[in-house]
């Protein structure tokens, strides 16, 4: 079945330097990777989200990268603050449908 | 608007109890999700609705049954709970485009003892 991976599962990180998170995907029909932040004890939220026919996209500090032939896509934060810390949690879409599959996270925590 | 509201926000079972997870959301969204989020297992998706009347089964549905009453509302059944199924468990809908952001309820930590 369809399956995402992703890469750390941990990861600290001084304030004001830059974090990469990295996922890969099997479904080579999928065409809708979102990003989504989720906080202590909270929902989770999307962050920013790419398209399968987007290399690449930017908001402010965050990026996302999508390399359809390596089926793989990645997160980039830069100037790291503390209030990125968090939980962040890869997706990618399964073909021909609505459905999401996740990534198992990755804890960013940001020192000051 | 409230988005989506999920009830309760915490729960205690003993094994072998039921239960009923309650969902709205109040953006006329047509397609409604319940995940479970484990530590290091991310959001596994457990059911989806596309839209009244219709569910399907999602990665982790053993255990679980689910009703879409009408299209606001979404809720997920523990008819006899299980200590496995200690978990978080989130809803969330989506217009039901491909590309669609899913919005996420507050989340219902729920305990089986």
């Known amino acids: 079945g369809e399956n995402v991976e992703q890469h750390p599962s941990t990861l600290s990180v001084q304030e004001g330097d830059s974090a990469v998170i990295k996922c890969t995907y099997s479904?080579?029909?999928?065409?809708?990777f979102p990003w989504y932040k989720q906080e202590l004890g909270k929902r989770p939220q999307l962050i920013i989200d790419i398209r399968s026919n987007v290399g690449e996209k930017k908001d402010q500090r965050i990026a996302v990268t999508l390399n359809k032939t390596a089926k793989h896509f990645s997160l980039h934060i830069t100037e790291t603050q503390p209030e990125d810390s968090a939980v962040y949690f890869c997706?990618?879409?399964?073909?021909?449908?609505?459905?999401?599959?996740f990534g198992t996270g990755t804890r960013l925590q940001v020192f000051p | 608007n409230a988005g989506v509201t999920q009830t309760p926000k915490f729960q205690v079972l003993k094994t072998g109890q039921s239960m009923t997870l309650q969902c709205a959301q109040d953006?006329?969204?047509?397609?409604m999700y319940w995940y479970r989020q484990d530590p290091g297992m991310g959001l596994r998706l457990i059911y989806y609705s596309a839209s009244e009347g219709t569910t399907d089964k999602g990665e982790v549905p053993n255990g679980y049954n689910v009703s879409r009453l009408n299209k606001r509302e979404f809720s997920l059944r523990l008819e006899s709970a299980a200590p496995s199924q200690t978990s978080v468990y989130f809803c969330a809908s989506t217009p039901g485009r491909a590309d669609s952001e899913a919005f996420f309820g507050q989340g219902t930590r729920l305990t089986v003892v």
């Open positions: 953006m006329n969204h047509n397609s």
């Open positions: 479904d080579s029909a999928s065409n809708y």
């Open positions: 997706a990618a879409s399964i073909s021909h449908t609505d459905k999401l599959i």
